[in-house]
C-alpha cells in the first residue's frame, strides 16, 4: 500500500512538473495587447498587464503577450481597429469606447440603471449575453471576452453641488456609455475624453464634472485635486464590464490548448479584477473623507426620477435601433425584469439589515450617528 502510494504521489508531481515545464522544440508565439489606458493605471491598466503575464505564464511561455498602454502603440480610441487590422492580436478595454460603431455594445459595457456585476456575469455566462455579444462583434473580425467588472462606480466629481435638474442645464461633464445620452436630454453636455486627459479637461475647465470608476482609481488621475464633491453611487454604470478583443484569425491560429489557456487566463483576470476593485475602493473611501475632506453626495430625488424617465426612453429608441439590437435588448431587459426583484428581497433587504445590525460600525461617516 505504501509503495503503491508513494509511486501514485511520484506520478501525480512528474504530471505537475511536466504540465508547468515549456514544451521543448515548440516555437513561441508573440502577441501584442493594446489597452485604452494610461500604462500601470490602478485596476484597469495593471489587470491588463496581470492578465498578459497570466497568458505566458499558463501557457508555459509558448504564448507570450507584449502590453502597450494608450498611445505607445495606437491612441486610446484606436484599439478595436488595431485588433481588427492585426496591429495588434489583442485589446484589453471597454466597449463604450466603440459605441459608434455599434450601438448594440451599449448593452456588453453598462446600461444606466441596468444590470448590476454579478447579474451581468450570469447574463454572459449563463444567459444569451456571451453568444450575442460574439455576434456583435463578428463585423469587425474580434472576438470579444469578458475581463472583469470593477462594480458599481461612482456619479462622478463635481465643482459644485446638484440641488436640482437646474444645475444640470448646460453642465459640461465627461461621462462614458449610454449615459452621457442621458444626461444630455436632462440638459447637461457629456464631453468623452480618454481617461488619461480627465485631469486636463477638469483643469482648465474644458469640463464641470467628470466620472471615471471610483474612489481607489480615481485619485490616481487627480480628480480630487480639481473637485470637491464627489457624487455616489453612479446611476450609469451599474456593472461596467472590461473587455479583452482578440483577432479572430490570430485566436483560430492557436492550438486547441493554447486557445484554452487564453480564456482560462481572461477569466481568472476577470475575477481578480473584481476582487482587487472591490477591496481597495473599500480602503480607499475612508481616507477621501475623513483625511482629504472629500464631500460625498447623492442625487436628488428629482433628478433620480428624471435619469430614470430620460433612461426609459433612451432603452425603447435603443432597442429598436436594428433587428441585432433588437434581439440583445430583449433578453437584457427580460432578465433585468426579473433581477430587480430578486435584488430587492436578498440584495437590498440584507445590506439594510447589515446597516441597521452593525450600525456602530459606521458611525462617525457622513449620515451616520
Known amino acids: 500500500m505504501q509503495r503503491r502510494q508513494a509511486l501514485k504521489a511520484g506520478g501525480l508531481g512528474l504530471a505537475a512538473t511536466t504540465l508547468a515545464a515549456p514544451a521543448i522544440g515548440q516555437d513561441r508565439i508573440r502577441w501584442r495587447m493594446v489597452t485604452t489606458w494610461p500604462k500601470n493605471a490602478p485596476g484597469v491598466g495593471t489587470s491588463a498587464q ?122 459640461k461633464i465627461r461621462i462614458a456609455g449610454l449615459g452621457a445620452e442621458v444626461m444630455r436630454r436632462l440638459g447637461a453636455t457629456p464631453v468623452l475624453t480618454p481617461p488619461s486627459e480627465v485631469f486636463q479637461a477638469m483643469s482648465t475647465g474644458t469640463v464641470d464634472a467628470a466620472e471615471l470608476i471610483g474612489p481607489w482609481s480615481d485619485p490616481a488621475f487627480g480628480l480630487d485635486r480639481v473637485a470637491d464633491y464627489y457624487y455616489v453611487p453612479g446611476f450609469h454604470e451599474i456593472g461596467p464590464t472590461a473587455e479583452v478583443l482578440i483577432n479572430r484569425a490570430a485566436f483560430e491560429r492557436l492550438p486547441p490548448d493554447l486557445k484554452a489557456v487564453v480564456e482560462g487566463a481572461v477569466m481568472a483576470e476577470a475575477l481578480a479584477y473584481g476582487a482587487e476593485y472591490r477591496f481597495h475602493n473599500v480602503m480607499a473611501l475612508g481616507p477621501l473623507v475623513r483625511e482629504r475632506g472629500v464631500e460625498l453626495r447623492e442625487y436628488p430625488d428629482e433628478v433620480v426620477a428624471a435619469l430614470g424617465r430620460a433612461t426609459l426612453e433612451v432603452l425603447e429608441e435603443l432597442g429598436d435601433a436594428d433587428p441585432l439590437t433588437r434581439r440583445i435588448h ?26 441597521q445590525a452593525l450600525s456602530s460600525l459606521a458611525r462617525g461617516w457622513p449620515g451616520k450617528t
Do not use: C
Not at 336 to 352: G, H, K, S, T, V
Open 330 to 355: 430583449r433578453s437584457y431587459m427580460a432578465f433585468l425584469e426579473q433581477a430587480i426583484p430578486y435584488a430587492d428581497w436578498f440584495d437590498r433587504r440584507i445590506l439594510a439589515q447589515r446597516s
Open 50 to 171: 496581470r492578465a498578459a503575464d497570466r497568458i505566458g505564464a499558463m501557457s508555459g511561455g509558448r504564448l507570450e503577450v507584449e502590453l502597450f498602454a494608450a498611445g505607445e502603440l495606437v491612441p486610446a480610441f484606436e484599439a478595436l481597429d488595431a485588433v481588427q487590422r492585426g496591429v495588434a492580436e489583442m485589446s484589453h478595454s471597454a466597449s463604450f469606447f466603440w459605441l459608434g460603431k455599434s450601438a448594440a455594445l451599449n448593452y456588453f459595457g453598462s446600461i444606466p440603471f441596468g444590470l448590476t456585476k454579478t447579474e451581468i456575469e450570469g447574463w454572459l455566462q449563463f444567459g444569451d449575453g456571451a453568444p450575442l455579444w460574439r455576434e456583435t462583434m463578428e463585423p469587425f473580425d474580434a472576438l470579444p471576452f469578458y475581463a472583469g467588472s470593477s462594480g458599481t462606480s461612482a456619479g462622478g466629481w463635481f465643482r459644485k453641488e446638484i440641488a436640482g435638474l437646474d444645475d444640470l442645464r448646460g453642465l
